[in-house]
């Protein structure tokens, strides 16, 4: 049964059309995160929502928002997409974030195909 | 400052047993992480180790823990040919997970 699932698997878009990426989960976790992934890289936290506290990575570019509108459910909106965003990006999501909490479970991700 | 280490391929005859190292800097991490990912798709947690424990073994996977060397090695008994893909340690330490950068493991027949 899948736990954290991602719609849709691939993406394309073109360059500068806003896309947006989604995820739900049926585990009832509080936290849920957002990673960027390129080729043969490891994944790079943009930011995790614990509840409906959102929490930026400083590096994070403005072009990356998030939206979180239930515990289910979480966004991921890339205003203007640049070559450069072309990627795999993943959910994940973990009970907590303190000790014993924080093990985090990913969906599949989608990947993401800037043209 | 958190940085975590892997060698980047590792590449073993199917039978074998495989062993993937990892370094950490954080002494702090409560939990270190083992996942799998296979081509196109996302991570799949194998295993975890709490950092009070040395040792974990779950099936063909055992997983070492050297606290003092901040040293996780995962090894995989009598490895398959489904078990090529890209294994990526992980900390949890102040602050959400630190990942290395992947160890692809190649199983030749």
């Known amino acids: 049964d899948a736990m954290v699932i991602q719609n849709p698997r691939y993406q394309v878009t073109q360059f500068g059309k806003p896309v947006t990426l989604s995820c739900s989960q049926t585990?009832?976790?509080?936290?849920m995160y957002w990673y960027q992934q390129k080729s043969s890289q490891a994944p790079k936290l943009l930011f995790h929502y614990y509840d409906k506290d959102f929490n930026n990575e400083a590096d994070t570019p403005d072009n990356f928002q998030s939206r979180r509108p239930n515990t289910s459910f979480c966004f991921l909106d890339i205003r203007s997409p640049g070559l450069g965003d072309a990627a795999m990006y993943l959910c994940?999501?973990?009970?907590?974030?303190?000790?014993?909490?924080?093990?985090?479970?990913f969906g599949p991700g989608t990947r993401l195909l800037v043209l | 400052g958190e940085d975590v280490e892997q060698s980047l391929f590792l590449s073993v005859r199917e039978g074998d047993s495989s062993v993937i190292n990892c370094t950490y800097t954080?002494?702090?991490?409560?939990?270190l992480y083992w996942y799998k990912q296979e081509p196109g798709a996302g991570l799949q947690l194998l295993t975890y180790?709490?950092?009070?424990?040395d040792m974990k073994q779950d099936q063909r996977l055992t997983v070492l823990l050297n606290k003092k060397d901040k040293h996780l090695s995962l090894r995989i008994a009598d490895t398959q040919t489904g078990d090529s893909a890209i294994y990526f340690c992980?900390?949890?330490?102040?602050?959400?997970?630190?990942f290395g950068s992947g160890t692809r493991l190649q199983v030749q027949p």
């Open positions: 180790i709490f950092s009070n424990m």
């Open positions: 585990l009832n976790h509080n936290v």
């Open positions: 992980a900390e949890a330490g102040r602050r959400a997970l630190t």
């Open positions: 954080d002494s702090s991490s409560t939990y």
């Open positions: 994940a999501t973990s009970r907590g974030v303190d000790r014993g909490t924080e093990t985090q479970y």
